[in-house]
């Protein structure tokens, strides 16, 4: 990792996130979410929250997790978490992957995607990869299935006000290597 790509709007760096990074993934992960709630105390909730895990997941060394950035410049413009081995039957969680409106359809998300994939065929060949999606994040949806994805089930979850969520994932992730993510 540490590689920069040059895209439509110029070089993105990718790179492994450090303790120093929590409170920008933090704020980008809250602007991201943001536009999914309307609710202004459950925003001020979502920040604070956000904020918190992130530090805490950017302090702690863990080799079942794999936190990736995107930057141009000093900017966080993305960012993918993925925790390995999270569900005997679906394998490992893609807990986050979020590219700033200004930043998406540039292929950033698709190379944090690769990244994930790779990392994940690495450490668990065998195992799938999969993510919760809100049934109203239609973009999100289609990302997904343009890259191979299926809806695997959908569940009732508490998340960011919805009372319900979508499985999306991969039984053999490692396909997507192959083709162009």
Known sequence: ??????????????????????TAIGLLHTQCWLGYSPDRELANTIVSERLAIWRQRCT?????????????GDELVGFACALARRDPEFGSLLDNLH????????????????EVVTWSAE????????????????????????????ELQAADAL???????LRYGWRRPASLLVKDC
């Open 1 to 22: 990792m540490g590689n920069a790509v040059e895209g439509k709007a110029g070089a993105i760096r990718y790179r492994e996130a450090c303790a120093e990074d929590g």
């Open 159 to 165: 998340a960011a006000g919805h009372t319900s969520m």
């Open 99 to 114: 590219v700033a409106k200004a930043w998406q359809m540039q292929g950033i998300g698709s190379a944090l995607l690769r």
């Open 60 to 72: 702690r060394h863990d080799p079942a997790m794999r936190l990736l950035l995107a930057e141009s």
């Open 123 to 150: 450490l668990t060949p065998y195992d799938g990869l999969y993510l919760w999606l809100l049934p109203i994040n239609r973009a999100a949806q289609t990302f997904y299935l343009r890259r191979g994805a299926r």
